[in-house]
């Protein structure tokens, strides 16, 4: 059992950075892969990052590519999701989830946060 808790989330203007960061308990964290996803208003949850278990692996949506960097501490059982030339289209709710595996398929994770609200003003 993993307990998911996102933190970070806030307003802030085009061009700016935002850190999130989501707590895990449970002592099976290290054995996940880590994701984070978005959901904004009106449309449907999408993929934004993943994180294999060792850290080896990355995966990243292209709308996020270049500009997001997934990364994960194991000692302090957190993953995090730097946020960086922050656009208004990336406004939404953001959610961390663990899976078996790094996927991009949100139906292959079984664990999920309660999100953490990122509004990017224009």
């Known amino acids: 059992q993993v307990q998911l808790v996102e933190s970070g989330g806030g307003l802030v203007q085009a061009g700016g950075s935002l850190r999130l960061s989501c707590a895990a308990s449970?002592?099976?964290?290290?054995?996940?892969?880590m994701g984070w996803f978005r959901q904004a208003p009106g449309k449907e949850r999408e993929f934004v990052a993943a994180?294999?278990?060792?850290?080896?692996?990355?995966y990243y949506a292209d709308s996020v590519k270049a500009r997001f960097t997934i990364s994960r501490d194991n000692a302090k059982n957190t993953v995090y999701l730097q946020m960086n030339s922050l656009k208004p289209e990336d406004t939404a709710v953001y959610y961390c989830?663990?899976?078996?595996?790094?996927?991009?398929?949100?139906?292959?994770?079984?664990?999920w946060g309660q999100g953490t609200q990122v509004t990017v003003s224009s």
């Open positions: 449970g002592r099976t964290f290290t054995t996940y892969a």
């Open positions: 994180i294999s278990w060792s850290a080896d692996s990355t």
């Open positions: 989830a663990a899976a078996p595996g790094a996927t991009m398929s949100e139906y292959e994770y079984d664990y």
